[in-house]
């Protein structure tokens, strides 16, 4: 929410793609830029004065210790976190 436009609009959407299930966090924000998006889940990156960096870090690395992934897609003007469960609990996405 703190990043979206205003007003602001977060959508979360969960569906199925073949056999994973699928979460999207969507908001209506300006999303990121190419250059931080390549670096968004480094560890201690930020663009915040305040902030630690350890964010995105942090959910992607716990995403992947429970069999799933977290990822970040901008298409066609949409900003989207995404993560992918597997239903076998595999690596594959």
Same mark, same amino acid.
């Given at each position: @929410?703190?990043?979206? *436009?205003?007003?602001? !609009? @977060? =959508?979360? %959407?969960?569906?199925?793609? +073949? /056999?994973?299930? @699928?979460?999207? @966090?969507?908001?209506? +924000?300006? #999303?990121?830029? *190419?250059?931080? *998006?390549? %670096?968004?889940?480094?560890? $201690?990156? =930020?663009?915040?004065? +305040?902030? =630690?960096?350890? +964010? !995105?870090? !942090? *959910?992607? =690395?716990?995403?992947?210790? /429970?069999?799933?992934?977290?990822?970040?897609? !901008?298409?066609? %003007?949409?900003?989207? $976190?995404?993560?992918? $469960?597997? %239903?076998? #609990?595999?690596?594959?996405?």
């Amino acid at each position: @929410v703190r990043h979206a *436009a205003d007003p602001a !609009l @977060v =959508t979360i %959407k969960a569906y199925q793609i +073949g /056999n994973n299930c @699928v979460i999207d @966090v969507i908001d209506n +924000g300006p #999303g990121i830029s *190419a250059e931080s *998006a390549d %670096k968004i889940f480094e560890p $201690f990156y =930020t663009t915040e004065s +305040g902030g =630690t960096g350890l +964010g !995105l870090y !942090l *959910a992607r =690395t716990l995403c992947e210790i /429970n069999h799933s992934k977290l990822s970040y897609l !901008l298409d066609d %003007k949409i900003s989207c $976190f995404r993560i992918h $469960f597997s %239903k076998d #609990g595999s690596a594959d996405y």
